[in-house]
Structures are given as C-alpha cells and as structure tokens.
C-alpha cells in the first residue's frame, strides 16, 4: 500500500473526527482549513462526503446545527457517539469496557483530559489517527458493528451525519502499517486536539460529571 494511502487513512479519520464534534464557532471558523484537507485527499470515497458535510455546516446557523446535533446524538440514545454504549447498555460489563479503552489509550502512550467517555467517536476517530498499527486495527475491529449500527439508524434519520459515518473505511481496508504521527494539513480541531485523544464536548449519553 502506498505511503499516500496509509496517510489518507489517518488523515481521513481525523477530519471526520473534527466534524462529528458538536458544533461551535471554532469548527465554523476552521472550514476553510477542513476544506482544504478535505480536498487534498486524492484516493478515498469519503472525501465527498466531507465536503458534502461542510456544505451543511455553511448553510445554516450555528444555533440550528447545534440543534440537530443534540436532537440526533444527545437526546436520541439509539444512535448516541459513546459505542460501548450500543455493545453493553448501561450494564457493569461497559464500564469493565471502558476501563479497558482507557488502558488501551495508556498504554499507547495517549492520556485523555476530557468528560467524555474514552468510547466517545470522536475521540476514538483522532486516536485512529495517530495510534501505532496494533492498536489502531484492535479498537476499528472491536466498535466496527456499533458503527455500522448508528449508520444504519443516522440513515434511517436521512441525517445529514450519515455520510461522515459511511466515510469511514472497514477495518480489512485500512492500511495500518508506518504512520504513527498526526496528518498534516488537517486543524487542530474545535477542541483543541493535541496529538493525544482529544478534549471534546458534546452532551452523550453515559458521560461523566
């Protein structure tokens, strides 16, 4: 697989990881870098969706994107960002879940600083970023089904997030050797992402106080 490829890859996740935050002026104002990341990419079948995505974010106000936000994911547990969520309801076996993806996160050297749940999709989104290979293909592996499942249900919407989600690639497709820094080109992100599981924002259901 071609270096470009496996740069795509990783770039790929990080945008979608940006645009699947909750919206606010700091995303709005990061468009014009966002479109030119979306545009840079040459080889990938969800680089239309992105940009169809960002043709969304210019055509309505900001209080009217962050209503549909909170009416699809916030208030709408079926298709809720925290995927543990859809594998394991509220039972004690997510939470021994979700100390297992903090320790994932650790382990690969990523500490988060956030009041999210590790399993929330964006963060997952930048880690496949940046992670080294092993990890990276573990955790697509793992949450693939949840993700195909609020595809399915963000479609059965005709949510205009549905195409961020069917964006991202199957985990047979991705090529997860060599990159392990973060795309370039591609902004930081409305919360302030380091090259770390992002600080995010976004009212999900199970989040910490």
């Excluded at 960002?54 to 699809?72: D, F, M, N, V």
């Excluded at 979700?98 to 996160?105: E, F, T």
Aim: net charge negative; hydrophobic share 35%.
């Amino acid at each position: 697989m071609p270096a470009n490829a496996i740069a795509e890859h990783r770039s790929l996740f990080k945008i979608v990881s940006i645009l699947l935050l909750y919206p606010q002026e700091d995303l709005i104002g990061s468009i014009p870098e966002l479109g030119s990341a979306i545009g840079s990419l040459q080889e990938l079948p969800g680089k239309s969706a992105c940009a169809v995505f960002l043709s969304y974010l210019q055509s309505k106000p900001l209080i009217r994107l962050q209503e549909e936000y909170t009416r699809t994911f916030d208030l709408n547990p079926p298709t809720s960002l925290n995927l543990t969520f859809h594998q394991l309801g509220d039972s004690k076996e997510r939470g021994n879940a979700l100390a297992g993806l903090i320790k994932v996160y650790r382990t690969a050297g990523y500490e988060t600083s956030t009041g999210e749940l590790p399993d929330y999709l964006p963060m997952i989104l930048e880690f496949l970023s940046v992670c080294p290979s092993e990890y990276g293909e573990r955790i697509l592996t793992n949450f693939q089904d949840s993700i195909l499942l609020v595809t399915d249900r963000l479609r059965s919407m005709d949510s205009p997030y549905v195409g961020l989600l069917e964006a991202l690639p199957a985990v047979g497709s991705v090529p997860w050797g060599g990159l392990s820094s973060p795309p370039a080109g591609i902004p930081r992100g409305t919360r302030d992402y380091p090259t770390t599981p992002p600080g995010v924002h976004g009212e999900q259901p199970g989040k910490e106080d």
